[in-house]
């Protein structure tokens, strides 16, 4: 069961792959300053998560206009993500949880998926400045997307 509204947000460090290399990714980073929307995904390269992840990109002016950074996680390792990025053209930041730590924190843990192993659920969160969460949704399904007008209804509600 994702983790509920209201709830302090763990803090988490993953990694990333950038044109720099390889660069932490720390939620808390972003405390003080900005929001922060985490959308967990099952995998890079697959259909959904690929449509979901090229809309973000598209329309990212939407969050970043509400003061509020976005972060993909899925347990792809950062060099799958990166090359899965670079072909689809997704532009925001994309974070490995290889090892499903922040996945199970978050209670987004979704077991076998399609035979082949434990993956991220299909989640979004919405955290405050302060590290709160203020939305949390896990889809039913791996296919069915998160409802993004009210991900963007609870960003417009924080200062």
Do not use: H
């Not at 990694?15 to 099952?42: A, E, H």
């Not at 990166?82 to 924190?105: F, M, P």
């Amino acid at each position: 069961m994702a983790i509920p509204v209201g709830a302090q947000a763990p803090d988490f460090t993953l990694k990333s792959k950038q044109p720099s290399g390889l660069v932490d990714v720390k939620l808390s980073s972003n405390w003080g300053s900005k929001n922060t929307v985490l959308l967990f995904f099952p995998a890079a390269f697959t259909s959904v998560c690929t449509a979901e992840l090229c809309d973000i990109s598209n329309g990212i002016k939407a969050y970043t206009g509400l003061n509020a950074d976005v972060v993909g996680i899925s347990v792809d390792t950062p060099f799958a993500q990166e090359a899965w990025a670079q072909k689809e053209k997704i532009t925001i930041t994309l974070a490995s949880d290889l090892n499903k730590e922040v996945t199970k924190k978050y209670g987004v843990l979704f077991p076998m998926l399609a035979g082949i192993g434990d993956t991220s659920a299909r989640a979004a969160f919405v955290i405050d400045k302060q590290g709160v969460i203020r939305y949390s949704e896990q889809t039913p399904t791996p296919k069915e997307l998160p409802d993004f007008s009210k991900v963007k209804a609870t960003l417009e509600t924080l200062s």
